[in-house]
């Protein structure tokens, strides 16, 4: 970038250009970015989150409570659906456009000076953009693991550890200990940590760093009681730290974890550092986590009749977790599937629960990514397993077909690039014939 202003989609397209550096597991690039920038992530309390599912509905779960509690919120979170934008949000707005530009430009000079990552770049950015508009709190989802992740070098005020699984095994290994012990470097002295994980193994792991970094652990509770799910987006459940039935804008008992994850630290942060947070503050952040924080992708319904429905579920427990969740309201039989996942993704431990019902149709679509898993290698996954699977090369042709249905529902779920690509055309639905 020279001297002259970019537009924002040249600014972006520069920041994405960043990817090819690849992914740099460490904090030495960050650590001297942000002193470079007067460390501005130690401007505001931060509240860390980590872990393998539901670090992002936890996140906008907490971040949507505290806005209520009428703390000026910062939300950090990764990847995006549609827009860059959607990364870096203050009380559930996207930064602007020539926000963007103008700490892109800014930021060039350090970048290349040390060749810096796309994620360690874009984080710099969000620190230094809550700093600038001076935010009460910000809530800070890591990216990939934790240990050497770039958000990593915060000092929060309340660290939390979401459900652990299997993923990214070539970074974070391929044991849930191995995993355990990448998110659980996020784990800070003397800083409290909550979590949900329960398997013995993780959690000695989790109580073994804790131990070591005199860090209280505090390992939360899950209801046990089916929860009452009155369409896609709301539940009834009781939550501990929570008189009486709470409703919940997102469904699911994965979301019912998530949700008293966020209690649990909600009451922490309610008695330590943030105290106008209230009973009040939290049901109102439960309910209306989606339009206070401005979470997508998750049972998202985009069009009433015929319904059609979005999901950035995209490992095999997300999946799982997802589709008990649809399938405790919708019908398979009454169910039409587009699918498309990324290369190094468990395709088929993401298949396995569509072969436990009679879905209408299922249809496999390449994502837009150079990570991509072909058209080829799904089909031929989709055999193995026994499905019998359509294939397309347009989520718009897709849509058209569906649009027509007389009745049902279209659930489109996966990669959040095939999420994504799938937003982009949604606006062209209005010219479907």
């Known amino acids: 970038m020279d001297d002259q202003a970019l537009s924002y989609h040249d600014t972006v397209d520069w920041l994405f250009g960043l990817q090819f550096v690849g992914i740099k597991l460490g904090l030495e690039n960050i650590r001297s970015l942000a002193e470079a920038w007067g460390n501005p992530q130690q401007q505001y309390p931060v509240i860390h989150i980590a872990g393998s599912n539901g670090k992002g509905s936890t996140a906008s779960f907490i971040a949507a409570a505290l806005q209520a509690a009428g703390y000026r919120t910062g939300l950090y979170t990764s990847p995006h659906l549609v827009d860059f934008s959607e990364r870096i949000r203050i009380d559930g707005t996207p930064i602007s ?11 060039r ?18 620190f230094a953009y809550f700093a600038d508009r001076e935010v009460d709190v910000a809530v800070i989802e890591t990216g990939l693991g934790g240990r050497l992740d770039a958000t990593n070098v915060v000092t929060p005020v309340l660290s939390v550890i979401t459900s652990l699984s299997i993923e990214h095994r070539e970074f974070l290994g ?3 200990t191995s995993i355990a012990t990448e998110k659980g470097g996020i784990i800070k002295p003397g800083v409290p940590v909550v979590t949900t994980v329960r398997s013995e193994e993780p959690l000695a792991v989790l109580r073994g760093i804790s131990t070591n970094r005199r860090a209280p652990l505090h390992v939360v509770d899950v209801p046990r009681e089916v929860p009452e799910i009155v369409d896609l987006d709301m539940m009834r ?12 804008g997102l ?28 009973e009040k503050s939290m049901r109102t952040g439960l309910r209306e986590v989606r339009v206070r924080s401005g979470l997508r992708g998750r049972l998202e319904r985009l069009q009433q009749a015929p319904e059609i429905v979005i999901d950035v579920g995209h490992n095999p427990d997300g999946v799982m977790a997802m589709l008990d969740a649809w399938l405790s309201i919708r019908s398979a039989e009454e169910t039409d599937i587009l699918l498309g996942v990324l290369e190094q993704k468990d395709l088929r431990g993401i298949l396995l629960p569509l072969t436990r019902k009679a879905f209408r149709s299922i249809t496999l679509i390449e994502a ?6 072909s058209l080829n290698d799904m089909r031929r996954e989709a ?11 347009s989520s718009l042709a897709w849509l058209r077909e569906k649009t027509h249905a007389a009745r049902g529902s279209a659930l489109v779920f996966g990669s959040h690039y095939v999420v994504g690509a799938f937003l982009r055309e949604w606006p062209k639905k209005m010219h479907l014939s």
Do not use: W
């Open 97 to 107: 456009s020539d926000a963007v530009v103008e700490y892109a430009q800014r930021l």
């Open 109 to 126: 000079p350090d970048i290349e000076r040390l060749n810096a990552t796309f994620f360690e770049a874009t984080t710099l950015m969000a």
């Open 174 to 176: 391929d044991t849930l």
């Open 237 to 248: 459940c009781e939550l501990p730290g929570l008189n009486g039935t709470s409703e919940i």
């Open 251 to 278: 469904i699911g008992k994965h979301q019912v974890e998530n949700a008293a994850l966020a209690v649990a630290v909600l009451g922490l942060l309610a008695a330590t550092s943030l105290p106008l947070i209230d």
């Open 368 to 373: 837009h990514s150079h990570e991509a898993k």
């Open 383 to 393: 055999e193995r397993a026994g499905l019998h699977v359509q294939s397309t090369e």
